[in-house]
């Protein structure tokens, strides 16, 4: 049970820094062009802390809670709906590429993944 809420606690800390990297990136760098991209940049790279979460499950699997593969694919689709929304404004067709990329990520982590 600690160990969940020291997970819980990772995520809420993890969660706080990808939102000031968030904004970092907006603001002072100006690397992203418009505010309303803040939300899928947040979106994108919490997925991507999704799939370490995941990562960590491997090695220590409690009985109840969700798999390491579905926390993956959680990951990866949060991140293929934040790339997707990203780069919506940069052109439509790319977004429907990211998450068609997406998907296809993940059938083959599907028929690749060992039972």
Not at 83 to 99: D, H, K, M, R, V
């Amino acid at each position: 049970m600690a160990q969940s809420q020291d997970r819980g606690l990772l995520s809420i800390g993890v969660f706080l820094v990808v939102l000031v990297i968030s904004i970092i990136l907006y603001e002072p760098l100006h690397l992203v062009p418009d505010w309303w991209l803040i939300p899928p940049l947040i979106l994108a790279l919490y997925g991507c802390w999704t799939m370490v979460l995941a990562g960590m499950r491997v090695s220590n699997p409690h009985k109840y809670e969700r798999g390491p593969f579905g926390t993956f694919a959680w990951g990866l689709l949060l991140i293929a709906i934040g790339g997707a929304w990203f780069t919506y404004s940069i052109e439509p067709l790319y977004s429907l590429a990211t998450i068609l990329l997406v998907l296809g990520v993940l059938a083959i982590a599907t028929a690749l993944r060992k039972k």
